[in-house]
């Protein structure tokens, strides 16, 4: 079963406009990571923030945790049409064991030119 | 090549028949995992190995689903009679650290399978 869900569901904008998704997630967690994954093409590892960060960075890319809100966003600075993809966020837990991740249901990207 | 690597990447099989996917990690990489994919959704955990043992297979979701790593590199994941329900994309993912839940995952394409 999924962990939680993402929101929106699919989002559609213009290059160099900002791109935000939110993911929710239900039990406790020691990090959570976000993916990228392209039509045809296997998932990408694009960030990961432990439970006892609340922001980080990476390129253009900025994630918020808030464990108690359970709840975390990914902002996109800047799209380009190649940040056209699906978008997945996954939690780890100790409670799972070797580090299975737990997958969302994904946000679909759409950058247009 | 560096990445993992999984075949075939397509697989269309006749309800009923049986299907092997094979997936080769990166080379010293300790943990590996299976996922499935159902189209519009995201990967859902089916089991994990590490180095041969496989230490977590709750994900399988019936007894004709079956995974081994018998030399703890190279892995397989095999589908007996096969039905309709099985149709999804099967990913494996690997990653350095044995039980350790902040290992980034690598994931191979996939192998999309197909039941008729």
């Known amino acids: 079963s999924q962990q939680g869900e993402e929101d929106p569901q699919a989002l559609s904008i213009q290059e160099g406009e900002n791109a935000t998704m939110n993911c929710s997630y239900k039990?406790?967690?020691?990090?959570l990571q976000w993916y990228r994954q392209n039509s045809g093409r296997g998932l990408v590892h694009l960030i990961l923030i432990r439970s006892n960060e609340r922001e980080k960075h990476s390129g253009r890319l900025r994630v918020t945790l808030d464990t108690s809100k359970k709840s975390s966003s990914l902002l996109i600075t800047a799209s380009r049409a190649a940040d056209t993809a699906s978008y997945f966020c996954a939690t780890g837990s100790s409670y799972n064991q070797g580090g299975k991740l737990i997958f969302g249901q994904g946000t679909e990207l759409s950058v247009k030119p | 090549g560096a990445g993992v690597s999984q075949s075939p990447r397509y697989k269309v099989a006749k309800r009923g028949q049986d299907v092997a996917l094979r997936c080769d990690p990166i080379?010293?990489?300790?943990?590996l995992f299976w996922y499935q994919q159902a189209l519009g959704q995201g990967p859902e955990f089916l089991t994990y190995f590490q180095n041969e043992a496989q230490l977590d297979k709750s994900g399988l979701p019936s007894d004709r689903f079956f995974a081994e790593r018998p030399e703890g590199s190279v892995s397989t994941l095999k589908i007996q009679r096969t039905q309709q329900e099985d149709s999804a994309v099967y990913l494996c993912a690997s990653s350095k650290q044995r039980d350790h839940s902040y290992n980034e995952q690598f994931f191979g394409p996939g192998t999309r399978l197909t039941v008729l």
């Open positions: 080379s010293g990489h300790v943990s």
């Open positions: 039990t406790s967690i020691n990090n």
